[in-house]
């Protein structure tokens, strides 16, 4: 599985960002899906994750009411659209997968990352 996660940029507070993240799987659906972020010189943290079955979804409380995690079968892509931005989500964004599975705040139990795409949130 190969993930490729877009999106990332500078933006001012209070903005907003959709970040992609494009699977290369024949069973995307068979996948839970999720997003954690790096900020420099911190412990990678949990963002976000949204079950294979697509009707769970789990939010790490620095982002709930801000972000929302959704998926599109479809076209094999898991989305993370940013609200209301604050400084502190600067970070290093990481989109990550799990053969089904909940949607763990856990980054011991996902098999596959992306490369990351940079955000940038400006006071």
């Known amino acids: 599985v190969q993930l490729q996660a877009c999106g990332g940029g500078l933006v001012q507070a209070g903005g907003s960002l959709r970040l992609s993240c494009a699977a290369s799987v024949r069973t995307f659906s068979s996948y839970t899906m999720g997003w954690f972020r790096q900020a420099p010189g911190k412990e990678r943290e949990f963002v976000a994750a949204?079950?294979?079955?697509?009707?769970?979804?789990n939010y790490a409380d620095a982002v709930k009411g801000r972000f929302t995690i959704s998926r599109d079968n479809a076209k094999n892509t898991v989305y993370l659209q940013m609200n209301t931005l604050i400084p502190e989500d600067t970070a290093v964004y990481y989109c990550?997968?799990?053969?089904?599975?909940?949607?763990?705040?856990?980054?011991?139990?996902?098999?596959?990352w992306g490369q990351g795409t940079e955000v940038t949130v400006s006071s």
């Open positions: 949204i079950g294979w079955s697509g009707g769970s979804t």
């Open positions: 990550t997968a799990r053969f089904r599975g909940g949607p763990s705040p856990q980054h011991s139990p996902y098999d596959y």
